[in-house]
Every structure is written in C-alpha cells, then in structure tokens.
C-alpha cells in the first residue's frame, strides 16, 4: 500500500485520513471517553489493513446499535408497537449480517478445526436457507450441535477455538451471542483475523452493506 494514500474518514465521510488514523480527529473528538480508548488501542495496531477491517466493522455495528437503542427507549416508554417494529428492523439487518458472514467464511477454510473430514456445504446451505426464512432455527440446531461434537477442543489453539465459536454461533440470535449481538462484526474480525486476508473481510463487509458505507455514522447520543 501506498504510504500516503489518503481516505475519506469512514465515520463522516468529508475529511481525508491517513488509515491508520482509523476516524478522523472530529469524529474521534465526539466519542465519550471509553470509545476513545477504543480507538486509541486500535491505532496502536499500526497495520493499516487491521485498522480499516476494525473501524468498517465498528461502522457496521453502530448502524445495527441504532434502532437496537431505540428499541430499548421505547420498551421503557412503553411504546410496545413502536419496539416491535424496531425489533423487526433489527431481525432483518440480522439476516443480513448472517449472509455476509456466510459469504466471509467462504474464504476461509474451516476444515483446520476438524482432524478428518468434515462436510461443511450443507451447514452453510442451511444456514443460508435460515437468513431467508425457509428453515427453523430448530434445524440448523442439529446440525450445529453435530459439527460442535465432531471439533476436537482441547487440542485446538485459543485461535482455532475462537474460529470454531465464530463457525457455530454466527447466525444465532441475542440469547446467544449476547453483546456479540451489538458488536457483532467487530467480535468476528477478531475472530476470523488470522484465517483470511483483512482487505477480503473489509471488502465482502463494504459490498453487503453499501448503505451503511455511504451514508456517515448516526451518533447514537444525539438520537436519544
Ligand atoms: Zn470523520
């Protein structure tokens, strides 16, 4: 990579960065304090490509973090027909996720977690048919519950578990993932990092979501 190419900040999209400087001084200078941290622990990475992969994840989260936080405002205001259809929003930006995530896998092969052979296709099919509302959870269920018994855990390193977590619970729902529901991309670029070039992730992430690509990130504080 060229040392000087500049980018557009990704968070506003009007001023030009280095890319190791992930978001540009405004918008850094919006964050609250633990966010800065964030940012200040990225940029300690000095990697360029690691720190587009992470601030195009965190970009991609806080889009999702939207209506997950209107949802939540209404739920305590008791505007429950107003939170469902937030909830509805947030199902199918889920679903969303969940394809890209199956297009990023794709790329990377999972059979290092498994010590013979172990069909995947039909897995990733499933899961594909589930973001499209054609299966139950209930079914894709069985076959993750198979593939969780056919990964030797204790010998895989703390990276190959981390992999094999990624493989199983993506297409889950909160009751699983937990704050991985909110910080979902960032969790998988974490996750997936050492299995597959950054640029591919960045790239795959940019072309499932060119919505939230071209439009600059809504602050969530000025929203509530
Ligand atoms: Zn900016």
Known sequence: MCENAKILCPYCLTREIDPAQAICSACYSKEDKWERGSWDDLRKRKNADEIQMFTIAKKVDEAFQIPENEAYACIEKHEMIQAEALEREMEAFHRRRILCMVEIFSKIDCGVLFSGYVELDTYFKNVWDYAHQRIAAEQLREVQEYLRSQIPWKSLSSQRMDLGAELLNFWCGEDELD??????????????????????????????????????????????
């Open 179 to 224: 704050w991985g529901y909110s910080q979902y991309f960032e969790i998988a670029a974490g996750n997936l990092k050492p299995f597959l070039a950054m640029t591919l992730f960045t790239e795959i992430l940019c072309k499932h979501f060119p919505d939230v690509m071209s439009a600059p990130v809504k602050r969530l504080s000025s929203k509530l």
